[in-house]
């Protein structure tokens, strides 16, 4: 489907305030009610919204410990470790790479010892080879957009 500039625009206020109310949206868009809610439904009818989600604030992140973990696993494990990878709450986000590497998660949890566990449960995933996690230090720049 190719968005149209409207589509952009909406897409592009969702993504600074997924909580906007339709009346709210149609007003930055200079459109009607009725419009902008036709738009918001055939975006997600067609899958280009999927869905919205909680981006939490720097205050919740800085009070537990980030890291990104990178993750090797069998290749014919593929499908099985990320729908199991996907059950666990502490992945934020979850993303397939090109390297030795073949996932990298970011993950936050609240203290060390929880990610001690954390990475004792992905490593005895079936399937996985190896992991390695890098700890977030500090965030030098965010620009807000969602993964």
């Known amino acids: 489907m190719i968005l149209t500039d409207s589509d952009t625009a909406?897409?592009?206020?969702?993504?600074?305030?997924?909580?906007?109310?339709?009346?709210?949206l149609a007003r930055k868009l200079g459109v009607s009610r009725t419009t902008a809610q036709d738009r918001l439904t055939r975006l997600e009818d067609r899958g280009i919204i999927s869905g919205y989600t909680v981006r939490l604030g720097a205050g919740h992140r800085e009070?537990?410990?980030?890291?990104?973990v990178m993750i090797v696993f069998e290749p014919r494990q593929a499908a099985?470790?990320?729908?199991?990878?996907?059950?666990?709450?502490?992945?934020?986000?979850?993303?397939?790479?090109?390297?030795?590497?073949?996932?990298?998660?970011?993950?936050?949890?609240e203290t060390p010892e929880a990610l001690d566990i954390l990475l004792d449960k992905v490593g005895a995933i079936d399937g996985v080879v190896s992991t390695e996690s890098a700890l977030v230090l500090s965030k030098k720049l965010d620009r807000g957009l969602a993964a």
Do not use: P
């Open 10 to 24: 909406l897409i592009n206020h969702l993504k600074v305030n997924a909580r906007a109310s339709v009346s709210e």
């Open 63 to 68: 009070a537990g410990v980030s890291a990104y």
């Open 80 to 109: 099985s470790i990320v729908k199991t990878l996907k059950t666990f709450s502490a992945i934020e986000t979850l993303q397939s790479v090109s390297g030795k590497i073949d996932l990298m998660a970011q993950v936050t949890v």
